[in-house]
């Protein structure tokens, strides 16, 4: 028996039935309309990829307010459910399973993105860094701290929007805590000075999260959502004084919603995501008591050994599927994978993203 044949193994995640462990991570590819609705050509791209045990979905904005990525989708108009219900239906005809990513970008948008408005933050603490925007990459701007009154506010969009994705055909949502992204300048010291109910403590910074999942999992069920956090992550000028401390506290606490999974996004050595120092993956492991994925720079060998070993249950590849639409074929035959073309992840149209070929056919035995 090939070494692989543990990412082959099926397993239960919420309300799903997988045939497989290997996740399709969330990738952002522009390549929405212009109003941020779905599109025929975004359709093709997830059939081409069904056969991943689950697709996360790219990034979908939950509101107006947290948009701020050229080509990105929403959820947020009726609009964008039919046009993400043309993706579901040909992703389940084709026998795939797919999670909706909610994503509100934070201090990281741009008032080119906002009618002119600022972006919002827990904090008045600008990220380093550009936004690139319609009219060419801009410096990112100090954001509005939200005031406390405000935040139940947002919570509730990210509820409107998982009702949104039920509406389109999801088999569920994932709250997009990582990458420097809202939830996440909640959760972190380095973007979130508060010293209200929201700021300062461990405590504290975690409430934001823990809301937002409670009024996602009362608006669906606690069965159709995850979580992905980014503990050691750097992107979008992010750190935290003590990411073991939060990271599991955070871990921790979500145990009390019943959540399909925990996905963690960790790089290894020689991603661009791995941080040299402490891993908080092993300490999120320990304290989180449902499902969990991983991510960062595996392949299939290091995928197998990580499941093998009790690391994680499932992992997620985000590169490799993007280059790869038959990943999980390849991997069962130990083919070769397809280079990726870094130059078209966000350039638009079909060049570097429906393109990629599949292997032939496997012979008639």
Sequence with gaps: M????????????GALKLPNRLVMA????????????PNALMAEYYVQRASAGLIISEATAVSRHGVGWLGAPRIYDSAHVR????????????????????????????PDFLDGDLPVGPSAIAAKGESRTASGSKPYVTPRALEVREI?????????????????????????????????????DGSNQRTDAYGGSVANRVRFLLEVTEAVTDAWSPERVGVRLSPTGQYNDMRDSNPVATFTQAARELNR????????????????????????????????????????????????????????????????????????????????LNPPDMATFYAGGVNGYTDYPALEPAAAR
């Design 26 to 37: 969330p990738l952002t590819r522009g390549r929405a309309e212009a109003d941020g609705s």
């Design 152 to 188: 139940p506010g947002i919570v509730r969009e990210y509820a409107y929007a998982a009702r949104q994705a039920r509406e389109a055909g999801f088999d569920g949502v994932e709250l997009h805590g990582a990458n420097g992204y809202l939830i996440d300048q909640f959760l972190r």
């Design 83 to 110: 046009g993400w219900r043309g993706v579901t239906d040909a992703l389940h005809g084709a026998g795939g399973r797919i999670f909706l990513q909610l994503w509100h970008m934070g201090r990281v948008s741009h």
């Design 257 to 336: 919603f019943g959540l399909a999974y925990l996905h963690v996004m960790e790089g290894l050595p020689g991603h661009w995501s791995h941080v040299p120092g402490v891993q908080v993956a092993p300490h999120l492991r320990a304290a989180f008591k449902g499902p969990l994925i991983i991510n960062g720079g595996y392949d299939a060998g290091r995928a197998a050994a990580a499941i093998a070993e009790g690391e994680t249950d499932l992992v997620a590849f985000g590169v490799a599927f993007l280059a790869n639409p038959d990943l999980p074929e390849r991997i069962r035959r130990n083919a070769p």
């Design 2 to 13: 090939q070494p692989n044949h543990i990412l082959f193994s099926p397993m239960e995640v």
